[in-house]
């Protein structure tokens, strides 16, 4: 059984509120008119199969403006179960830390949530549980060790969820030394 928190039971669920709404309106005003002139050749748009692709990670040691051993992991591709309705998808980067020959659960990014259709994730409606539009998230001041990201992801609540392996590259894990 899963015991990672789900968007509707974690306490870091996260509602796209009304202004998010009406920026991810507008950035989606023409797709919407291009869906409508594609559902008059093709009849009413039915609900699709949820597809996602994992967004890769990458392992840095930071800069001036933020020192240390850092991972940044990038949201997945994924489209929306609905058709050409939007659909509020959620995504939960977990951190893991190889401790004593085992992988253990280290950080995550708590639930973020972005808007979709059918043709994928509406371009920049992905929010950070403080409702901050993001294209990213970084884990930063890690101590040395071996990291690796797992993905969690959801199609609204009590819809079809999936959980897969995050890639850096050709690599599955970050390693840093001390």
Not at 39 to 51: I, Y
Not at 141 to 165: H, K, T
Request: one cysteine or more; proline letters at 4%; glycine letters at 12%.
């Amino acid at each position: 059984m899963n015991k990672h928190s789900t968007p509707e039971t974690g306490s870091s669920r996260r509602h796209v509120g009304s202004r998010s709404w009406r920026r991810i309106a507008t950035l989606v005003t023409g797709a919407v008119v291009a869906f409508a002139g594609i559902g008059a050749e093709c009849g009413a748009a039915s609900a699709s199969a949820a597809t996602y692709s994992v967004g890769q990670f990458s392992c840095s040691y930071g800069s001036a403006y933020n020192p240390g051993r850092n991972v940044s992991v990038y949201p997945p591709a994924m489209t929306g179960t609905t058709g050409s309705t939007l659909q509020n998808l959620y995504w939960d980067a977990v951190l893991y830390r190889l401790n004593g020959g085992s992988w253990q659960p280290y950080e995550a990014s708590g639930w973020n949530n972005a808007a979709a259709t059918g043709a994928g994730v509406v371009p920049g409606s992905w929010v950070n549980k403080g409702g901050v539009n993001i294209t990213f998230f970084q884990f930063h001041q890690l101590p040395a060790g071996y990291y690796e990201v797992l993905d969690y992801l959801q199609w609204g609540p009590g819809a079809a969820s999936a959980q897969a392996w995050s890639r850096d590259g050709q690599y599955y894990a970050c390693v840093f030394s001390s």
